[in-house]
């Protein structure tokens, strides 16, 4: 890096993964993204599994989500917009076993799996003779799915097709005219088993070596990565975790709606016809109590802002009022100042009378201008009052 003066000028320039501007934004935004959360009481065991999840899943989800015991559903769901979020991924315990739903939001379709068998990550690391660990570089990249043994069901079966598109869509695409080899680090496996229906999902490490050299030859030239032209084999190293599933229920919503296949209980016409009445005539009372709060807060909101008006044309009455009587003060403080000019007047042609030593004048009185209690003209305060002798004696 150059340098000007003492401090380094940075010329190199740093692109976000997924290109700039508002292109990459989009195509970002296009992108799978899921959320993977743990719902009710769960034990330790699976809570590390939720941990290997989400790190199968990465980067298109939060690696160190926090859950909270008051978090509903219908919290993730209302912020699942926000975040850009297609998928939830459900993990549950019962006294009956545990379970593992796949949602896709906002508007579903749900499935619902018993997890037959699992294995954590490090359960998987422990049996092997040489475990690999993922690096950073491992988790930049979404990794490669692959969909085995689901063609010729997913064709017969709705169910099983719906359950093919919730895996398909759970991981980003990858587009091989612009993808590079090298960023392909993981391979995740859905393999579905004909007889049982049972599902297996495991996650592998993919590494690429040169072909036609042994170990230790690659060992004391130490060959990486793969040459232009040049043979390479792929191996595949399980990382896991490792999961075993059984399809128990398919519903049309978000863990929510009609119920499209369940694996205990099986329905006749007449009883899938009355289901399907009954969820219809839910979801018309829930239209009509949406209508009805609305129209409750639009009533409320009429009704504050008339208040607010009336109080705003209250106050611009009493303001009014107030101006109008201070203007009548006014008209009545002068009207008594003429009035006591012309009581001076006449006082200074009488025959005698009393001044204050403020200027207040006042008539004479018998007992030598001592104050009488039946003046009404004199206030309540003390003064010291001087008398004044008659003009003409």
């Known amino acids: 890096m150059p340098r000007r003066g003492s401090s380094r000028r940075k010329r190199r320039t740093h692109v976000a993964q997924g290109g700039g501007g508002a292109s990459g934004e989009a195509e970002l935004a296009k992108q799978p993204r899921s959320l993977v959360v743990r719902r009710g009481k769960v034990p330790a065991p699976l809570r590390d599994l939720v941990t290997d999840i989400r790190t199968m899943l990465l980067p298109a989800t939060a690696e160190r989500l926090r859950e909270r015991r008051r978090n509903t559903l219908r919290d993730y769901t209302a912020v699942a917009p926000t975040l850009g979020l297609s998928h939830l991924w459900l993990v549950s315990a019962t006294e009956a076993g545990s379970y593992l739903k796949i949602a896709g939001v906002p508007a579903g379709p749900t499935a619902t799996f018993r997890i037959d068998a699992y294995s954590l990550a490090k359960d998987v690391r422990g049996f092997q003779r040489r475990p690999v660990s993922l690096s950073p570089a491992d988790v930049r990249s979404p990794p490669l799915l692959v969909l085995n043994n689901w063609g010729a069901a997913a064709a017969a079966d709705k169910k099983v097709a719906l359950v093919a598109e919730l895996f398909r869509h759970t991981v980003p695409p990858l587009d091989v005219r612009t993808v590079v080899l090298s960023d392909v680090r993981r391979v995740v496996l859905v393999d579905r088993e004909d007889a049982s229906g049972a599902i297996h999902l495991r996650q592998y490490a993919l590494r690429v070596a040169r072909a036609g050299l042994s170990r230790a030859v690659r060992k004391m030239i130490a060959v990486r990565g793969v040459r ?166």
Do not use: M
């Not at 499209?260 to 016409?269: D, E, F, G, I, T």
């Open 228 to 393: 232009r032209g040049a043979r390479s084999s792929v191996k595949l190293v399980e990382i896991g975790p490792r999961l075993r599933l059984s399809l128990v229920k398919v519903e049309a919503g978000v863990c929510d709606g009609e119920v499209l296949y369940h694996a205990h209980v099986v329905k006749s016409a007449a009883e899938a016809a009355a289901t399907a009445d009954r969820l219809v005539e839910r979801e018309e009372t829930r239209k009509r109590r949406r209508e009805e709060q609305e129209g409750n807060v639009a009533r409320k909101a009429d009704a504050k802002r008339a208040k607010r008006e009336r109080r705003h044309a209250a106050a611009a009455a009493r303001a009014a009022g107030q101006g109008g009587a201070a203007a009548a003060d006014e008209d009545g403080a002068s009207s008594v100042e003429s009035g006591s000019d012309g009581g001076a007047e006449s006082d200074s042609d009488g025959e005698g009378g009393w001044v204050s030593d403020d200027g207040e004048e006042g008539e004479g009185s018998d007992d030598g201008g001592r104050d009488s209690p039946n003046d009404g003209r004199l206030h309540a305060t003390t003064h010291c009052f001087r008398f004044r002798p008659p003009l003409f004696s």
